[in-house]
Structure formats: structure tokens, C-alpha cells
């Protein structure tokens, strides 16, 4: 791309187009490159280069200006005019169309002139509308020449209409600021960006729900299709969802087709890396896809849905694969940072020439822009929002076209409800956890102080070999320089006389072993001071992450870019993997004293997860448990449920967002501080929960006898087994959508759908209670 700023002079070339930016802010005369000014240079252009078909672009400049300057060498061929080429096409058979030869040429018009700015005249154009012909324009107030050449046919025909506005231009999103800690200004940014996604997507009329309308109508295409037996008798492993990416771009994707393939289960959803489809299907000579069940002829993409997920729009891989997918389909769509991308120009030049009056796009944003540092947080934070926020309008749309069944989705509105409530409370969550609104303000919480706390004990280890060598540093050049090292010179302060005495050599030699182990000595020393284990090993310490996969993953390249530039005696090495897969498989061999393990707990509180939770668990246990010198890993977990492991050196809860189940407000109720804010989980109850897993939980509410005489709660008959609790809590979940304001009407309702449970009387009546409660119904219902 080259970027022309007529005020400043300034002409910038990069192979990003976020590159040529860089002096939107600086100003006439000024050295500056830093400023950040209000009167910012407004008739800054850009020209893109055709990156595909190949482009050359010569700028001349000197004296004269446009009447008397010279030409280079190379243009004193092209002629200012207006020149029209009868060109003859022939269809190659391979869906491209290439230029068999010129018949002839000849001058139209002379002295063609554009004007972009006519306030101003600073870009005068005189362009020749033609293939493979040099073009050239006359920018800047003439003050340069732009000369252009293609080597192939091009998609673009006026220059003017090729060039870009950099400034006052809403779709081009500024160079940020320099920060000095650019990765805490990510994280800080989480919730305002993650804010911002959603308000776009609420209020319905944004380019995001533009683009999730063209995405809904090409699926719900699919599925008529599929639903009136059209697709019968096509390839037997046609692709209808195709997603692709690199690396964390990748791992979000995975999980987006995981999520989509389980409400959707009868659509072929599939996701791979963007070099793989580009190794495979962009080459003369395919690279073979050892390991992988994909080939020339596995999948047949014709017709699909892709989705490209690229931060940066600009990626080689998933660029080249948005030019190589249009032989195949024209139904492409992206999830990137900002409008103005690569890809984002790629897809637009797709639909050039098409109705004009069908509404078409292809681009998704999450607003992101320009993030400096290399270690992924905001953006991998803000396209799973997007994500999510395409999966909910999907499952929402299907619905209201009936295609239900022929999606295989048996999902229920009240489920797109729980989880469109989810995405809404989230953001609360969020700023629990980074310790920053989302309007950018700090605000500490318990949970961020926890995690900051954590972290900086984790980084006194990290840094203890670098703190023990400044410790020996200062002892050896004291004592030496001093000419008392520590032993002889605590003999001469208590009077010996080292000169004769044989004594000395033995100080001597006490002091030589303080040298030859000083390394040690001042780490344990260091330990001691610090309040850290002792017999942890003293080396570099393996940070191990489990959780689930992109999790994991995103996880592991984020903690290896942050010490991509760190020294060896302060460096950690990074794995990560699956607890409920193969953490157990692939690293409780590697378990040392000292190694460090961070592991994500699903809340077993949930039915559905529970047994998640349990393996989890499982894995964290038997890596704990590994011990030697009487030491083991440090290991801590990081969840909602408020359980500790035993063997685990810390836990970190989270506070969650979701409503009570009925089973805490069973236990809960005779609280008045807890049910003043149930969501707060704060109270004497709470407390009481906070140190009981899930299973006991259940045990907790399956066994209320105990319970009405130490809180004389009503239920005192029967005992409640677990699947019953199961049937109990959905059940629940279906009558709470029919609270009303009035707990009048909410009782009645409530009585209506209890009568057909089956439950026992004295628990149909805490369900009634319970959804009767005004400070529940006026919260639009906190009873899960």
C-alpha cells in the first residue's frame, strides 16, 4: 500500500496497510512523529496494490510540478490520455479468463481530470482506462506522479475510486497510542471492547448485523435445501460450514465449529488451519496432510460457507486462502479487527459489478484495530464475543424459520434466553476479573486482587535465580573487596589472630564453600525471606495450563510471548493440555518440585458438568500427588465453584453471573444478607457452601431433615435423590420465564406448572415460595 498526505508532504509505502498510517497525526513542520493533534492531515489517501495479480507503482517527483517536469527513463512511453484497448477474452476452462491479445488502441480524449477534493485541488488524476497499460495520476497538487502498471487483468477500473480516505473516515480505525505496558492496556481494554460488541449487536442496525444477515440467509439456504432433499445425491461429504484460520484465529475456530456442530448437528460443519487448505489446494504440487484425514478429495467445497477468522485481516495464510476459495464459492465471509483489511478488500472486490440494490456483506468487525503487542488478550477476548454473538442470532433465526429439524438442533428457546443472559452478565464477570470497568476506570476487585497476588507469588519464583545472582554479586564483590569474607572476618571481629593460627585454613575453606554454593545458599535464603517452599528445585520453572482446548492453547502462546525475549536465567517453559483429555498422558511424568500448574475448573455444580468437573479434578489430584524431598508441584484452579482440592497450593474463585439453583436458595433463604443480593454470594450460608463440592451440595439439599432443625426451613420430608434434583432444576428453569412483576401472578403461575412435577408437597411449596419471592421477580427471576 502507499499512503499520500498532501499537507505534510509525506508519502509512506509498507506491506500492511496499517503501516502507511503512521503519519495521519503528525504535523506540517513538525519533527514530531509522536504528536497526537487535532488538525490532522484530511486529505490523506491510500492506494492498495493488487497483491494478487501483481502491480507496479513508480513515483516521480522534482521540479516543475506536472507542466515541467521531467519524466524518469521508464514512463517517457505513457501518454497522459484516455486510451480505450478492444481486448479479446478466452475462456481458459479453469474458471478464469485470461487476455488472448490487443487488437488495437487508439487516443480518445486528453487532458482526462478527476478531481477527489475540489475544494482544495490536491489530487488531480489522468488516468488511462485500461489492462495491462501503465496508468498515470498526478497527486499531491501535482507536486508527484504515479504511475502505474498490472501485470493482470484488473478488478478495479477508475483510480479514483480506488483510493481510500485515511482520516474522518469511520471504517479506518487510527494507529493507537504507545503505551508503555501495551499488554496491560489490552486487559484493561477487555470489557469496554467486549461492551462495545454487544451494544453494536443490540442495536440492530450496525454493519456486524448486516453481515450476520447475509451470513443467516446463505445457511438458512443450506438448510432448505437440505430440508426439500436438494443436496440428495451431491458429493457424500459436501461441506456446508467451512471455518479456517492460524493459530489462536485457529483454536477460537474450533471451538466456534464444536459449538456450532452441537446445536446443528445436521449440518457438516468442518475447521481447519488456513495452511493446510493453502498447502493442499494453492499448489502446483500439493503438500500431503500427514495425519490428518484431509485430502484432494475428502472434502468437496463447493457452494460452502466459509468463515476466515484473522485478527489482523492480513495474515499470508488466511489472505491467500479468501483469493484461492473464490474458484469454489462466493459465500465468504471474515471475523477481523477492523473494516479496512486485506481480506475485507479481497471480498469486496468479489462482489463488484453484482445487483447493486441485494444487500451483500462480508465482513465481521470486533473493533479491536491496531494492537501492538504480540501476546493475544483483547483480540482473542473480543472475536469469542463475536463469535458468541453469531452463534446466538444463528440458533435464534433457525428457530423462527422452523428449520429445526432439518438442522437436528433440539434446543429450546429457553435455552437461547439462559444463554443470551450469560452473554449479558459477562461482562460483569470480566471486570471481576481484570479490576477495570468498562468505561476504562480501575475498580480492584477480590477476584483481581487474588489473581494479581497469585501471579506475583508465581513471579518470585520465576525470578529467584536471577534475584539469588545480584544477591551473589553483591556478597563476592563486599567480602572481597573488603578482604573479609564472611567466616574469617567474623574470626578477626571476635579477636583470632588468622596470621599463625591453623585454625584459619579451616575458615578458609569454610569460605570457599560459601563461594563455590553461594547460588544456593542466597536462593534458599531468598525462600526463607519470602515465606516460599524450600525444597523446590532451583532451576527454571515449567508452567503447565490445563483446561480446555483453545483455552489451553491461547493460553500457552500468550505466557511463551511474554518471555520470547527474556533472558535463560529468567525464562519459564510453557505446555499446556486438556485435564479431562491428556494432561495426565503427557505431563505427570514431567512433575517436578517447583513446577507450577494453572488448571480451569468447570462448576460441577451444574448436572452437565459435573462429571467434567470430576475428571478434572481427577487429573489435578494425581498431578499433585507426585511427590519427592516430601515437595510437589505448586498447583492452583481456577473456577466458580467454591471448592478447594486438598492438594492443591491455592484456588481462585470466580464470582459468577448466574441465578441461584434451588437447592442454595433451600439453604440459603433464612439468610436476609444473602437474599439481599443473591448474586453477590455473600452472608453467613455462603460461607457455609463455600467449602462443600458439588456432590456434597446435592447431599446438602437431598438431605433437608437435618437441615429444617438448624433453620427450620418447611421442607422436612422425604429425601431428594440427585435425579430427581436434575428434573427438579429444569423444570424450574421452564415455569421461571412466566414470572411476572407481581408475585400474586407469579405464585399462580408457579402453582399451575408445580401441579404436573411430581414432587413431594413440602418441596412443591419451596418452589412456589421461592418464585413468589418480590425481590426475585422484580430481578426478572435470580431462582435458576
Not at 413440602?762 to 425481590?775: C, D, N, R, T
Request: proline share 4%; glycine share 8%; with cysteine.
Amino acid at each position: 500500500s502507499v499512503a499520500f498526505y498532501p499537507v505534510t508532504g509525506i508519502v509512506l509505502w509498507g506491506s500492511e496497510q496499517a503501516a502507511v498510517k503512521a503519519a495521519v497525526d503528525v504535523m506540517p513542520d513538525n519533527n514530531d512523529w509522536s504528536g497526537h493533534g487535532p488538525e490532522n492531515d484530511d486529505g490523506a489517501m491510500r492506494l492498495d496494490l493488487d497483491d494478487l495479480g501483481g502491480e507496479v507503482c513508480l513515483i516521480d517527483w522534482g521540479k516543475g510540478g506536472k507542466v515541467h517536469s521531467h519524466r524518469s527513463q521508464p514512463t517517457e512511453i505513457v501518454v497522459e490520455e484516455t486510451v480505450a484497448i478492444d481486448t479479446s477474452l478466452v475462456d481458459t476452462g479453469m474458471g478464469t479468463r485470461r487476455q488472448h491479445k490487443v487488437k488495437h488502441f487508439r487516443a480518445v480524449r486528453t487532458s482526462t481530470v478527476d478531481t477527489i477534493t475540489p475544494a482544495e485541488r490536491r489530487h488531480t488524476l489522468c488516468t488511462i482506462a485500461s489492462q495491462g497499460v501503465p496508468q498515470r495520476a498526478w497527486l499531491m497538487g501535482d507536486r508527484i506522479s504515479v504511475t502505474i502498471c498490472q501485470e493482470s487483468l484488473s478488478k478495479l477500473t477508475h483510480f479514483r475510486n480506488r483510493l481510500i480516505k485515511l482520516t474522518n473516515n469511520p471504517l479506518v480505525l487510527p494507529i493507537p497510542r504507545v503505551y508503555a505496558d501495551p499488554v496491560g492496556k489490552d486487559i484493561s481494554d477487555i470489557p469496554k471492547v467486549l461492551q462495545l460488541i454487544q451494544d453494536d449487536w443490540a442495536s440492530g442496525e450496525s454493519f456486524n448485523r448486516i453481515t450476520a444477515f447475509c451470513l443467516g440467509k446463505e445457511v438458512i439456504k443450506r438448510l432448505t435445501k437440505k430440508q426439500e432433499n436438494v443436496l440428495k445425491g451431491t458429493h457424500h461429504n459436501a461441506v456446508d460450514i467451512l471455518i479456517t484460520g492460524c493459530e489462536v484465529s485457529l483454536w477460537l475456530g474450533e471451538q466456534f465449529a464444536a459449538d456450532l456442530s452441537q446445536v446443528f448437528p445436521n449440518l457438516n460443519i468442518k475447521c481447519v488451519s488456513a495452511n493446510k487448505l493453502l498447502g493442499l489446494l494453492g499448489q502446483d504440487f500439493p503438500i500431503p496432510q500427514s495425519g490428518h484425514q484431509f485430502h484432494e478429495s475428502s472434502w468437496n467445497l463447493n457452494g460452502c460457507i466459509c468463515l476466515i477468522i484473522s485478527h489482523s485481516g492480513g495474515t499470508f495464510a488466511p489472505l491467500a486462502v479468501s483469493n484461492l476459495l473464490q474458484a469454489v464459492t462466493k459465500n465468504i465471509f471474515v471475523v477481523a479487527s477492523e473494516w479496512d483489511t486485506q481480506i475485507g478488500k479481497q471480498l469486496r472486490q468479489m462482489r463488484s459489478g453484482e445487483n447493486l440494490w441485494e444487500i451483500k456483506s462480508f465482513i465481521f468487525s470486533t473493533f479491536v484495530g491496531i494492537r501492538p503487542a504480540e501476546p493475544c488478550t483483547v483480540s482473542v477476548a473480543a472475536t469469542h464475543q463475536l463469535l458468541t454473538q453469531i452463534l446466538l442470532y444463528l440458533m435464534q433465526k433457525i428457530q423462527l424459520e422452523k428449520l429445526d429439524s432439518a438442522s437436528g438442533g433440539d434446543y429450546l428457546p429457553d435455552d437461547c434466553r439462559q444463554l443470551d443472559h450469560l452473554n449479558n452478565a459477562n461482562i460483569t464477570a470480566i471486570e471481576e476479573i481484570v479490576g477495570y470497568k468498562k468505561d476504562g476506570t480501575v475498580a480492584a476487585t477480590d477476584t483481581s486482587r487474588d489473581l494479581r497476588a497469585t501471579g506475583a507469588r508465581w513471579g518470585q519464583h520465576v525470578l529467584e535465580g536471577v534475584h539469588s545472582w545480584v544477591l551473589s554479586f553483591i556478597y563476592i564483590f563486599a567480602t572481597v573487596i573488603s578482604g573479609y569474607p564472611l567466616c574469617l572476618g567474623i574470626a578477626k571481629a571476635a579477636g583470632l589472630n588468622p596470621d599463625l593460627n591453623n585454625g584459619s585454613h579451616v575458615l578458609l575453606f569454610l569460605d570457599s564453600v560459601l563461594y563455590m554454593f553461594c547460588a544456593q545458599w542466597t536462593c534458599l535464603l531468598l525462600r526463607v525471606v519470602q515465606q516460599r517452599p524450600l525444597r523446590h528445585r532451583m532451576t527454571a520453572r515449567p508452567i503447565v495450563i490445563g483446561d480446555i482446548p483453545w483455552v489451553a492453547q491461547c493460553l500457552e502462546a500468550y505466557v511463551s510471548k511474554l518471555f520470547a525475549c527474556a533472558y535463560s536465567a529468567s525464562s519459564v517453559n510453557v505446555w499446556s493440555a486438556n485435564p479431562a483429555d491428556h494432561l495426565v498422558h503427557r505431563h505427570t511424568h514431567r512433575v517436578v518440585r517447583g513446577g507450577l500448574v494453572a488448571c480451569g475448573r468447570p462448576d460441577g455444580r451444574l448436572i452437565a458438568l459435573t462429571s467434567a468437573e470430576n475428571a478434572v479434578c481427577l487429573s489435578v489430584n494425581q498431578a499433585s500427588s507426585i511427590q519427592s524431598l516430601g515437595s510437589t508441584c505448586e498447583s492452583i484452579t481456577i473456577g466458580h465453584n467454591p471448592y478447594k482440592l486438598p492438594l492443591t497450593k491455592h484456588a481462585i474463585f470466580l464470582n459468577g453471573s448466574r441465578k441461584m439453583f434451588l437447592s442454595e436458595y433451600a439453604l440459603v433463604r433464612n439468610d436476609e444478607e444473602a437474599m439481599r443480593a443473591p448474586k453477590a454470594r455473600k452472608g453467613k450460608h455462603w460461607d457455609m457452601l463455600s467449602g462443600l463440592s458439588s456432590g456434597a451440595l446435592m447431599g446438602e439439599y437431598s438431605n433437608m431433615k437435618k437441615v429444617s432443625k438448624e433453620e427450620n426451613l418447611p421442607l422436612v420430608q422425604g429425601r431428594q435423590t440427585r435425579s430427581r434434583a436434575g428434573s427438579h432444576l429444569a423444570k424450574v428453569s421452564e415455569m421461571e420465564e412466566g414470572v411476572a412483576a407481581s408475585p400474586v401472578v407469579a405464585v399462580a403461575a408457579s402453582r399451575q406448572a408445580v401441579s404436573g412435577v411430581g414432587l413431594y408437597d413440602a418441596e412443591s411449596e419451596l418452589v412456589i415460595e421461592a418464585l413468589g419471592l418480590s425481590q426475585l421477580s422484580n430481578r426478572k427471576g435470580e431462582l435458576n
